[in-house]
């Protein structure tokens, strides 16, 4: 299914040392043999008999052993090699590695019946009920996330969506384009969101979805004051007092706001599906329909969503499945905003300016 980094098992396209298993091609894994023995057996070779006599066959061995050297260590830099070069040969092999459509879609590239059938059906959207939606979220928490890379120049040449780098330079200036711009370039690629109106439209959500730097990657639920509880949930907690327990207690008070909805029907379930992604997605049901549409077992999925190839994949997943992209052709901004957060979305102006910026960072030919 896919390769397991940090705990969690990534879809088999997300990655260059997955390319391989991708498109099934094994001639990396049989030079990898052949260069392995080669050299060991060759070691253990001299190990017994010893180097030979002769000057023109020692150059000869000399010869032979550094080819099989510099074979292994490359075939070893393919494997394991972490270097900062390494995201942009990611982006590179991930484009060129076979894709398979999880989904059907239909000649202008709309998400269809076909093989979504199969997967659960996304429940209402958010907000989930007793959180009030003309609240803000709390101060969010800054995620502390292992797959973080430097810039590089080779990394922005490689995008070859029109406009993305402007665009979410734009809409998002204070995100890492080292750790975003590879991220995003997969996930819209292939939900197929390539369309300057589409791209800026994801943007936007994103961007007020997880904050101008895409840091809040995880629901951040751990509130001081009852006060604001109360304020966030009064559906849940009708009074400030009710909501006192729950001060600094973001398990719990999940666990009580997230009870029997969205799928949740287990006791953890609020806590264990709180929101993550772009989209912050929440709720075991909307988890495994993602999940079913990756390949993902539902726990990695989870984990994978607070990463920014899963916050990314994820957050474009939502937008294709439930219809936004369509919306996005018309440039109906607010019915996309409500389609993610809600339909008494208190944050309509935000989300259309910051949309709005997206495109216009595009050149004005992709604009028009």
Request: glycine content about 10%; some cysteine.
């Amino acid at each position: 299914m896919g390769e397991l980094v940090a705990g969690v098992r990534m879809p088999a396209s997300g990655s260059a040392r997955m390319r391989e298993m991708t498109s099934q091609d094994r001639t990396c894994g049989v030079l990898a043999y052949v260069l392995t023995g080669g050299l060991f057996g060759l070691v253990t070779f001299l190990m017994f008999h010893g180097l030979p006599p002769g000057s023109m066959q020692r150059n000869m061995l000399s010869l032979v052993m550094g080819a099989l050297l510099t074979g292994w260590t490359a075939m070893i830099s393919y494997y394991f090699g972490c270097a900062n070069g390494s995201v942009a040969k990611d982006l590179l092999l991930h484009q060129s590695a076979p894709k398979r459509p999880l989904v059907a879609r239909d000649s202008a590239g709309r998400v269809g019946a076909g093989s979504m059938a199969a997967a659960p059906v996304p429940v209402a959207d958010r907000p989930v009920a007793g959180r009030n939606p003309n609240e803000e979220a709390p101060a969010p928490v800054k995620n502390v996330l292992p797959d973080a890379r430097p810039v590089a120049a080779a990394l922005v040449a490689a995008v070859t969506i029109p406009g993305l780098t402007d665009a979410l330079r734009a809409a998002a200036p204070a995100a890492d384009l080292g750790r975003w711009l590879p991220a995003l370039q997969g996930a819209m690629e292939h939900w197929r969101i390539t369309e300057p109106r589409r791209v800026a439209a994801a943007l936007g959500q994103f961007a007020a979805e997880a904050g101008e730097d895409f840091g809040r990657l995880t629901e951040n639920l751990n509130y001081t004051t009852a006060a604001r509880i109360h304020a966030v949930f009064p559906q849940c907690f009708p009074t400030v007092a009710a909501a006192e327990p729950f001060c600094r207690a973001p398990e719990k008070l999940a666990d009580v706001v997230y009870a029997h909805q969205a799928g949740n029907t287990d006791v953890g379930d609020g806590w264990r599906y709180i929101g993550r992604g772009l989209i912050q997605l929440t709720g075991k049901a909307r988890y495994q329909a993602f999940a079913t549409a990756m390949g993902l077992e539902l726990a990695d999925a989870v984990r994978w969503c607070a990463t920014p190839a899963g916050a990314a994949m994820s957050g474009c997943w939502y937008l294709a499945s439930h219809g936004c992209l369509e919306l996005a052709d018309e440039w109906l901004v607010d019915a996309i905003s409500r389609k993610v957060n809600g339909v008494k979305c208190a944050t309509l102006d935000r989300r259309r300016a910051l949309s709005e910026r997206a495109l216009h960072a595009m050149t004005p030919a992709m604009a028009a």
